[in-house]
């Protein structure tokens, strides 16, 4: 699985498309859905989670708080454009077309609906948009979305009384959360030097990688003894550490590590396993043309209502911004599929469910390259 999940992804890279449709597309083709070849057991799902919260945990780690910070507003009226209206649109069809009950189609149309910020952010980066206003604004719509998905499928998944609580408990981690950024970025030497000291007394270099592991575990464990998912801690966790605080090159240094062994590793393994978990029968395959419907939708009002609002409200500088940003905006990907797999684990959804979102979301993952375009340049 993990064999062809890496070389499916690189094909799909060569072609400019995202490697995580081709990682998706090998689960697809090797489970029970086409070759039936290769099936899942309990030891590989632990190791899935594991690969869960270090690819999560890296998507924090690499994005800029300041940034967000600066562009949040922004981020709040597109995340309504690019993400709210079009679930609610989804899921209206959802329970229109589907047969799987008010839940579950909220989750499907959830899925559905969710911008990626793994794929958006590599879109970013191949389209030269990082250090433009554009990227800018995307990046902070996609971290803001992400989370109100997060807590959102928390608030599907629980009783009322459950999600009451869990909405007060994350009010008063996201405040802790802003105070803590605070102090850090305060006084940002002071943690510096601190781990600096820690790896000099036990004399190993790679103390810093030990320290943030065991950040983002105690993190994760935290939001998850609470009642929301422990994705959301470690997004957190490495959320709050940026260059400014343990040092550029550090950061740098632990960035380029994590990513290799992502990509190496518990990339292509997570989305393989997910794809892999799809299992659509001849006679469920009915389902694709409404399935089809729901996607069409959506999109379209994703990119369409954020183009209006970007061309009409946001108003960035550069040439052919708003279609970038609405089009960019419509990436899906990761981020669907771990509410997915979150939500089949929980029971909330069933197989059915769950392996219409992965074709949904391979569909999507390979429309958004092709409406972008060529690669720009400079």
Request: proline residues 3%; neutral net charge; aromatic residues 8%.
């Amino acid at each position: 699985m993990l064999a062809a999940a890496i070389l499916t992804g690189e094909v799909f890279e060569q072609l400019r498309l995202p490697s995580v449709a081709g990682e998706l597309l090998s689960g697809l083709i090797l489970g029970p859905t086409i070759l039936n070849v290769v099936s899942t057991n309990d030891q590989v799902q632990a190791i899935s989670s594991l690969a869960l919260f270090f690819i999560i945990f890296l998507i924090g780690f690499e994005m800029d708080t300041d940034m967000v910070r600066k562009h949040i507003l922004h981020g709040i009226l597109l995340s309504d454009t690019a993400f709210i209206i079009p679930m609610l649109a989804g899921l209206a069809l959802c329970l229109l077309l589907l047969p799987f009950g008010a839940a579950p189609d909220f989750v499907v149309a959830m899925t559905i609906a969710v911008p990626s910020i793994s794929i958006i952010s590599v879109l970013v980066m191949q389209y030269n948009l990082l250090e433009k206003e554009t990227g800018r604004v995307i990046l902070s719509t996609v971290t803001v979305t992400d989370v109100v998905a997060f807590v959102l499928l928390v608030a599907i998944s629980q009783p009322l009384r459950s999600t009451l609580s869990v909405v007060v408990y994350t009010g008063i981690l996201i405040v802790a959360f802003i105070a803590v950024d605070w102090v850090l970025n305060y006084r940002p030497n002071a943690f510096r030097r601190a781990v600096e000291k820690a790896g000099r007394l036990v004399r190993r270099e790679d103390m810093s990688y030990a320290v943030l592991i065991l950040v983002g575990l105690f993190v994760a464990g935290l939001f998850q003894a609470i009642g929301l998912s422990y994705i959301i801690g470690a997004f957190f966790a490495g959320l709050i550490m940026h260059d400014g605080l343990i040092g550029r090159k550090a950061f740098q240094e632990i960035s380029t590590t994590f990513t290799r062994i992502n990509r190496a590793l518990f990339i292509p393994l997570f989305f393989g396993l997910a794809g892999l978990e799809a299992d659509l029968s001849a006679s469920q395959f009915g389902y694709v043309p409404k399935l089809a419907v729901v996607v069409a939708v959506t999109l379209a009002l994703s990119i369409g209502l954020t183009y209006f609002a970007v061309k009409n409200v946001v108003r960035v500088k550069e040439r052919d911004g708003a279609r970038q940003i609405a089009v960019t905006l419509g990436g899906r990907g990761a981020v669907g599929i771990v509410i997915a797999s979150v939500a089949l684990s929980s029971g909330v959804i069933d197989g059915l469910a769950y392996s219409l979102i992965i074709v949904g979301t391979l569909a999507v993952s390979l429309v958004v390259p092709l409406l972008l375009g060529r690669k720009q340049d400079g």
